[in-house]
C-alpha cells in the first residue's frame, strides 16, 4: 500500500506569511495527488488536483507541485479564512485512495 | 449545482448493521463513481469504497473488505454503504464524494462531498 506522509504536523503562522506545506509518499505516484482543506465540522474542500491544477473558484493564491514522491502545497499570503487543517491524497493505487495525516495550519 | 446528502447514521451496538444513504442531485448521477470516506474523531481522512458509474466495479479498503457493502440504485440517484458486523473502530463521520478524473492516464479527485454522517459504536 502507498503511504503518505504530511510534514510539518502542525505550524503557527501569521495573516500575510506565506506557508509551505510538505507531503511524501511511499513510492513514486507521478502527479497523482490532491490537496485538500478541511475546517472544523465541515467537509473537505478540494484546493488542487492532479498535483498543480487549482479548483475552480479556489483563490490563486494557492497552488501545488511536485511530482513521483514530493509535493508541496504553497499559501503565497495567508488569510485569516485559510487557518485549518490540509490533507494531501494520493490516486495513483487505482480504485483506491490514501490520505496523509493532515497538516494543522493554526495563527501565531 | 451538485449536492449530496448522506442519512442513515447513528448508534449501534458492537457487531450490528447499518445502512447509510447518499441522494444526490446536480449532475448525471450514473454518469460518476462514487466514494464513501469516512473520518474518525480527531483522526486523519480515511477511503472505505468506490463503486463505478455503472455499479458492476467495487473496492473497498482492507479494513471493511468482507464487512461493508457498497451500492447504488441509479434510477434513485442514491448511493449505499451497507455496514455489517461493526467495530468499536468504525466509529467515524461517513462521507459520500462524487469522484471525477482529468487526464490520460486519469487522476481522479472528490470536488463534492456531502456533509456527513455520523456512526457511533457502542455498547
Known amino acids: 500500500d502507498i503511504q503518505m506522509t504530511q510534514s510539518p504536523s502542525s505550524l503557527s503562522a501569521s495573516v500575510g506569511d506565506r506557508v509551505t506545506l510538505t507531503c511524501r509518499a511511499s513510492q513514486s505516484i507521478s502527479g497523482y495527488l490532491n490537496w485538500y482543506q478541511q475546517k472544523p465540522g465541515k467537509a473537505p474542500k478540494l484546493l488542487i488536483y492532479a498535483a498543480s491544477n487549482l479548483q475552480s473558484g479556489v483563490p490563486s493564491r494557492f497552488s501545488g507541485s511536485g511530482s513521483g514522491t514530493d509535493f508541496t502545497l504553497t499559501i503565497s499570503s495567508l488569510q485569516p479564512e485559510d487557518f485549518a487543517t490540509y490533507y494531501c491524497?494520493?490516486?495513483?493505487?487505482?480504485?483506491?485512495?490514501?490520505f496523509g495525516q493532515g497538516t494543522r495550519v493554526e495563527i501565531k | 449545482e451538485v449536492q449530496l446528502v448522506e442519512s442513515g447514521g447513528g448508534l449501534v451496538q458492537p457487531g450490528g448493521s447499518l445502512r447509510l444513504s447518499c441522494t444526490a442531485s446536480?449532475?448525471?448521477?450514473?454518469?460518476?463513481?462514487m466514494s464513501w470516506v469516512r473520518q474518525a474523531p480527531g483522526k486523519r481522512l480515511e477511503w472505505v469504497s468506490a463503486?463505478?458509474?455503472?455499479?458492476?466495479?467495487?473496492h473497498y479498503a482492507d479494513s471493511v473488505k468482507g464487512r461493508f457493502t457498497i451500492s447504488r440504485d441509479n434510477s434513485k440517484n442514491t448511493l449505499y454503504l451497507q455496514m455489517n458486523s461493526l467495530r468499536a473502530e468504525d466509529t467515524a463521520i461517513y462521507y459520500c464524494?462524487?469522484?471525477?478524473?482529468?487526464?490520460?492516464?486519469?487522476?481522479?479527485?472528490?470536488?463534492?462531498w456531502g456533509q456527513g454522517t455520523l456512526v457511533t459504536v457502542s455498547s
Open positions: 491524497q494520493q490516486s495513483y493505487s487505482p480504485s483506491t485512495w490514501t
Open positions: 464524494a462524487k469522484v471525477d478524473s482529468v487526464g490520460v492516464p486519469e487522476v481522479s479527485y472528490a470536488a463534492y
Open positions: 463503486i463505478s458509474g455503472s455499479g458492476g466495479s467495487t
Open positions: 446536480g449532475f448525471s448521477f450514473m454518469s460518476y463513481p
